[in-house]
Structure formats: structure tokens, C-alpha cells
Antibody, heavy 119, light 107 residues
Framework: EVQLVESGGGLVQPGGSLRLSCAAS????????MSWVRQAPGKGLEWVAN????????YYVDSVKGRFTISRDNAKNSLYLQMNSLRAEDTAVYYC????????????WGQGTLVTVSS | DIQMTQSPSSVSASVGDRVTISCRAS??????LAWYQQKPGKAPKLLIY???SLQSGVPSRFSGSGSGTDFTLTISSLQPEDFATYFC?????????FGGGTKVEIK
């Protein structure tokens, strides 16, 4: 059974940093693109970042470029999102997801971790 | 960036009704479109990929159609467990983008 478990969310002040983690199990992690998708309270879904199987390609939504960094450790079956210079508008539930590049769809999702940016 | 516009933003329907949700892309995306269902407090669930392919385990009352810029998600006979919010997502190019969502409510 595929499992994705996010952690690392919490309350942080504007300008602060946070590192999210996603522990993957139940599938061959190193064989798949991985993604972060977020959802602000009461709002829709927003794709944040993608990373290729070997980490050689990374893509970001413009609003986080230069502030967020996606990375992975295939030996630990883990995905990460380093978030710096956080803003109030980054407040959201952050989901990690398995991205199937053959279809462009997010096939499996974690339960999400809430990041709140507030003073 | 490709903008995804869903309509309606909400729909009230009864159990057994046929429900149709539309999604329009701001430019052609071929069949690079997925549909998701999300219930309150839960992660989204993939229903349809490649515009019309049913994800494994998803009931056959869900179907998708369209290509280019106009797409449709149809629920042929609404069931109680189908009351949720539905999102479309384009996968033609980065940045990947979602529609604003359609909430299916009980009439």
C-alpha cells in the first residue's frame, strides 16, 4: 500500500524558514517524479514544485522561486521542501504527491501538513 | 501560464441525478487533463487522467471527455458519497495549474 506521510509543518513568523518532509513507502520511490501541492484555507489547489527521479530536474511555481527548494533522498525514500523567507500567503496545507509523468497526474497524495505564517 | 476555468463553481443535485462539470483551458492542452475529488479535511483523490481514462478503483459512473481546450467530468448517477469538491488540472506544461473547483452539494 502506498503511503506518504508529511511532517514539519507548524507556526512560523513572516520571514522565517521551515523544512517539510515526506516519508514514502509501499512503492519504488526512486522510480517516480515527486511533487508538493498546497491548499490555502478554504481555497483551491496550487502546485508548488516537482522533482525528477534522480533530482536532476526541478520545477517551481513562480511565487516560490528563489525561496523554496525541493529535494529528495532516494536512499531514505524521502522528499523535502525547504521554505525560506516565508510570507503570510504561504499559509496552507502542504501535500506531497506522486507525479506520473506519463499522464501528468498526481496519483497518490499524503494527508498534508499545515504551515501557518503569522506574527 | 495556462489558466483553467471550471464551471459551475457549485451545483446542487439529488441522489441519482446526472451531473456535468466543465473545465476550459486558456490554450490547447491536447488530452493532458486530470480530475480530482476532494472531501472536507481530506487529500484530493485522482478520478480521471489523460482526459478520459478512469483511475483504477474509481466507479464507472465517473467519466471524462474532451480535448484541446474544453473538457467535461460527468457523474452519471450521483451517489451520497459523491458530494464533494471536484478540481481539474492541466499537465500540458509547467507550471501545472488547477481549476478553481466545483462543489457538488445536496439539493
Amino acid at each position: 500500500e502506498v503511503q506518504l506521510v508529511e511532517s514539519g509543518g507548524g507556526l512560523v513568523q513572516p520571514g522565517g524558514s521551515l523544512r517539510l518532509s515526506c516519508a514514502a513507502s509501499g512503492f519504488t520511490f526512486s522510480s517516480y517524479w515527486m511533487s508538493w501541492v498546497r491548499q490555502a484555507p478554504g481555497k483551491g489547489l496550487e502546485w508548488v514544485a516537482n522533482i525528477k527521479q534522480d533530482g536532476s530536474e526541478k520545477y517551481y511555481v513562480d511565487s516560490v522561486k528563489g525561496r523554496f527548494t525541493i529535494s529528495r533522498d532516494n536512499a531514505k525514500n524521502s522528499l523535502y521542501l525547504q521554505m525560506n523567507s516565508l510570507r503570510a500567503e504561504d499559509t496552507a496545507v502542504y501535500y506531497c504527491a506522486v507525479y506520473y509523468d506519463s499522464s501528468g497526474a498526481f496519483d497518490y497524495w499524503g494527508q498534508g501538513t499545515l504551515v501557518t505564517v503569522s506574527s | 501560464d495556462i489558466q483553467m476555468t471550471q464551471s459551475p463553481s457549485s451545483v446542487s443535485a439529488s441522489v441519482g441525478d446526472r451531473v456535468t462539470i466543465s473545465c476550459r483551458a486558456s490554450q490547447g492542452i491536447s488530452s493532458w487533463l486530470a480530475w480530482y475529488q476532494q472531501k472536507p479535511g481530506k487529500a484530493p483523490k485522482l478520478l480521471i487522467y489523460a482526459a478520459s481514462s478512469l483511475q483504477s478503483g474509481v466507479p464507472s459512473r465517473f467519466s471524462g471527455s474532451g480535448s484541446g481546450t474544453d473538457f467535461t467530468l460527468t457523474i452519471s448517477s450521483l451517489q451520497p458519497e459523491d458530494f464533494a469538491t471536484y478540481f481539474c488540472q492541466q499537465a500540458n506544461s509547467f507550471p501545472l495549474t488547477f481549476g478553481g473547483g466545483t462543489k457538488v452539494e445536496i439539493k
